[in-house]
């Protein structure tokens, strides 16, 4: 059963504050991303990367940067958070298109990070 | 771009009443598509996916939804619902080719009420 797990469930930050949000697989699945949430909009795309070292650019990037140094782990930075960077936010992570054959690539989804900036 | 389009934001239905939740997108190759739903406090899971074949696919908890290619479009149904399918929908969309993400829809909020 894939899990994917975030390193909190609620974060409380001051404008300015550098932060970082953790995200971690457990199915060896070679592609990750990053999602925001807000009421309306539905599901951004922030970053995502398809390996190690690798990233690209979503949707809405600004403000953001990303790290993968380990398969399993894709982190998320907020440089300076802002006020409006209050969101939810949600990593999921998905097998590569070649090792999934013709299945769909279904994406998994961690419990989400609310964070809330002051 | 490609996108997604759910044409409901917020439906309120009677228990036992029948549910279609419309979702058309914008790219015209082959695709990948999903229903993923949000249940108050939950993670994202998902409900249902069409990649190819029938294009009448079955979900989980009774869902079903329907690829109609000429239209774009993969509503989501079912034909009784319950209480507790109170909660947030979205369809997603991938393109068939290669690592490409999910584009989601601005999802649908469904209250059931008693």
């Known amino acids: 059963d894939v899990k994917v797990t975030q390193s909190s469930r609620y974060l409380v930050k001051r404008t300015g504050e550098k932060v970082f949000l953790e995200c971690v697989q457990d199915?060896?699945?070679?592609?990750m991303f990053w999602y925001r949430q807000d009421p309306g909009l539905g599901l951004r795309l922030i970053y995502f990367?398809?390996?190690?070292?690798?990233?690209e650019k979503g949707d809405i990037p600004e403000g953001y940067s990303v790290s993968r140094e380990k398969k399993e782990r894709f982190s998320l930075i907020l440089e300076s958070a802002s006020t409006n960077q209050t969101s939810m936010y949600l990593c999921?992570?998905?097998?590569?298109?070649?090792?999934?054959?013709?299945?769909?690539?279904?994406?998994?989804f961690g419990p989400g990070t609310r964070l809330t900036v002051l | 771009a490609q996108s997604v389009s759910q044409h409901n934001h917020h439906v309120i239905l009677s228990e036992a009443a029948s549910l279609e939740l419309g979702c058309n997108y914008s790219y015209g190759g082959t695709v990948n598509l999903f229903w993923y739903v949000q249940y108050p406090g939950q993670h994202l899971q998902l409900l249902l996916k069409?990649?190819?074949?029938?294009?009448l696919v079955k979900g989980i908890k009774g869902f079903e939804a329907e690829f109609i290619k000429s239209k774009f479009s993969f509503n989501l149904r079912k034909p009784s619902v319950q209480w507790s399918d109170t909660a947030e929908y979205f369809c997603a969309v991938m393109r068939n080719s290669g690592n490409t993400p999910l584009v989601f829809g601005k999802g649908t909020r469904l209250s059931v009420i008693a």
């Open positions: 999921a992570s998905s097998l590569r298109s070649i090792r999934r054959g013709l299945a769909g690539a279904e994406q998994f």
């Open positions: 199915m060896d699945h070679e592609n």
């Open positions: 069409y990649f190819s074949g029938d294009p």
């Open positions: 990367s398809y390996d190690v070292k690798m990233k």
